[in-house]
């Protein structure tokens, strides 16, 4: 070996490790300054001496010149799906909840003859199926799924898929391996990905999947390189010239020292029977929303691999696996409304009111749009067919507007079947008063939140207000809910937060009673005066419990802009 090929081997070494050490185990050993260093050290060399320039070397991770097109790939063994469970989780008996996974773990211990099954459990990952091919330890080729008989060939696009390893870890590489996995997107370089499409003014992607999608498919993968994805694998479809694990969390531990991202162990933990698999969907759904990727639901898996082999698969299938998908986030409905909100503070949010739809697990009539330049950047107009997005318990939100679907205007002098030129609708633009006390709108200079100027003079920020002070981490007083602030306010009870406490027993009978007429009660709620004086004696005990506040408490309920909880505690104890 010549001293050049031996440097060269010693970089591509040293830079595949700290590559490793970084995007695999999160956990660098050098600065980023040392790892440049290394790395134009070792693309110099590569250009003196072509030859240098061989397939694990961590300078084809940057990119190589554009495709015409992506060479088709026949899977050696196919690619096959999984196919699909669902649980209801609004229904409380267990055994309904849960009818379908039970269904399945039945047939399997029926096909195994097997009182109880141990089963390997991974989250479902939501990103692109991805096939890597290992010749003697180096990444040879790289295919997406296609239709599972063949794929594209993306060998060029996954080198530069950082948590990919160009080389495998140990001494003795498998003489063949094939490894399958998920390319994605973290959430974090998704919504970075975004911010910057917005900023050069490219469009954004609609979820991180698409936004994996998108870049890996690239014929110019010196674009796939600026793009930050992530990879984790989920199996092994061949092995030549190693031992092959007999089990699936065997291949997980095995991939894991051989270089691979493998998801951490407390989301992939070996299990037994139904109640092992609903406790581990049941708990993954919990850690969803904190998860850095996104998933749709999780993988079950028997975990023996002669159990696996001989139980087999159905079409295109196997009955060994399935996916226990959580209920889809997105769906499409329809715009009915465009309304506005006011806030405690007066901030506007125009809000969609929408065909009614399910989805996340419940029904949703109401997004929010977030502010005028979200709805005009994504340019929502009444009568849209839109995509919904309600994610955990976070308020659902308005993703994008399918276009092709738009209400036309009938075009001039054509019949009225004929769709037109122009939409139907205008584009969005806030009103110029407030939509409930007509004040001015006021934006701010350099202000995403338009705000409306009435302060307490108006009603929303009135009620918005008296509920935030009569909040749990606030005054605490129970029983005085939204739709009682609002009543109370309405009729004119109460103007200022003041006022709750020179309230009478008789003042909160009355306005019930004038709500429940109002509102359209029957005679028999409206008669029910007894439970109604109970409710107005606790909340005048309630709010008579809420005269002596500790200060920080008083000061965060009065709402004051920019006074938050520990704002409050640090003036309370400057104050004394
Ligand atoms: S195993 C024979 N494990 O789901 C089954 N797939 O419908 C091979 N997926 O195309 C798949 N996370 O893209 C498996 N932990 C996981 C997965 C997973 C996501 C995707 C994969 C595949 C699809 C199957």
Redo the contacts with the bound molecule.
């Keep these: 070996m010549t001293a050049n090929e031996l440097r060269a081997a010693e970089l591509r070494e040293l830079l595949n490790r700290y590559g490793h050490e970084y995007y695999v185990l999160d956990a660098p050993t050098v600065p980023d300054a040392e790892y440049d260093r290394l790395f134009r050290e070792l693309q110099a060399l590569e250009e003196a001496s072509p030859e240098l320039a061989v397939p694990d070397s961590p300078t084809r991770r940057v990119g190589g010149a554009p495709l015409a097109e992506f060479d088709s790939v026949v899977h050696a063994v196919p690619?096959?799906?999984?196919?699909?469970a669902f649980s209801d989780m609004q229904l409380a008996d267990p055994a309904e909840r849960h009818a379908e996974l039970i269904q399945f773990d039945e047939r399997v211990r029926k096909g195994l003859d097997l009182a109880e099954v141990e089963y390997a459990t991974?989250?479902?990952?939501?990103?692109?199926?991805i096939s890597l091919v290992y010749e003697h330890g180096v990444l040879a080729r790289a295919a997406t799924?296609g239709d599972?008989v063949a794929g594209e060939q993306v060998t060029e696009n996954v080198r530069t898929i950082r948590a990919i390893p160009l080389k495998l870890d140990g001494a003795n590489p498998p003489a063949l391996l094939e490894v399958?996995?998920?390319v994605l997107m973290l959430k974090r370089d998704f919504e970075r990905l975004n911010a910057d499409q917005i900023e050069r003014g490219d469009k954004t992607f609609a979820n991180p999947r698409n936004a994996a999608a998108g870049s890996l498919r690239q014929l110019d993968s010196r674009i796939t390189a600026q793009r930050r994805l992530s990879f984790?694998a989920?199996?092994i479809a061949r092995v030549e010239g190693a031992d092959w694990p007999a089990t699936h969390a065997g291949e997980m531990a095995w991939l894991k020292t051989l270089g691979f991202p493998v998801?951490e162990e407390s989301l992939r933990p070996v299990v037994r029977g139904v109640a092992g698999l609903s406790g581990y969907y049941e708990g993954v759904q919990t850690r969803r929303a904190g998860l850095p990727f996104e998933?749709?639901g999780?993988?079950y898996?028997v975990n023996r691999r002669d159990q696996q082999d001989a139980l087999g698969f159905v079409s295109r299938?196997?009955r060994w696996?399935i996916?226990h998908k959580f209920p889809a986030e997105e769906a499409l409905t329809v715009v009915e409304t465009i309304e506005e909100q006011v806030g405690r503070t007066g901030a506007i949010t125009p809000v969609a009111r929408l065909k009614p739809v399910f989805v996340g697990g419940v029904t949703v009539t109401n997004a929010t749009l977030h502010n005028e330049d979200e709805v005009r950047r994504k340019d929502v107009r009444v009568g849209d067919t839109v995509i919904v997005r309600r994610a955990g318990d976070v308020i659902p939100e308005v993703v994008s507007v399918v276009l092709a679907q738009r209400p036309m205007q009938p075009a001039e002098g054509g019949d009225l079947f004929s769709a037109g030129e122009e939409p139907r609708y205008p584009a969005y633009s806030l009103p110029a008063a407030c939509p409930v006390c007509g004040s001015h709108v006021v934006r701010e200079e350099g202000e995403a939140i338009a705000r409306c100027s009435g302060g307490l003079s108006c009603r929303a920020q009135r009620s918005q207000a008296i509920q935030h002070f009569a909040g749990r981490r606030m005054m605490d007083i129970d029983g005085l809910g939204e739709r009682y602030i609002d009543k109370l306010v309405e009729y004119g009870y109460v103007k200022s937060v003041a006022d709750l406490y020179r309230l009478k027993l008789d003042d909160l009978l009355e306005m019930k009673r004038r709500a429940d007429e109002d509102e359209g009660a029957t005679p028999e709620t409206v008669k029910a005066g007894k439970v109604a004086s109970k409710w107005a004696e606790n909340l005048i005990e309630a709010i008579d419990a809420s005269r002596t506040p500790p200060l920080a408490r008083l000061l965060f309920a009065l709402g004051i802009r920019h006074v938050g909880e520990s704002t409050a505690k640090t003036l309370a104890d400057w104050l004394g």
Excluded at 79 to 84: D, E, W
């Design positions: 690619m096959l799906s999984l196919s699909n991974e989250p479902k990952f939501d990103g692109l199926a799924r599972g399958r996995g998920e984790f989920y199996s998801v998933i749709d999780v993988v898996k299938a196997p696996a996916a």
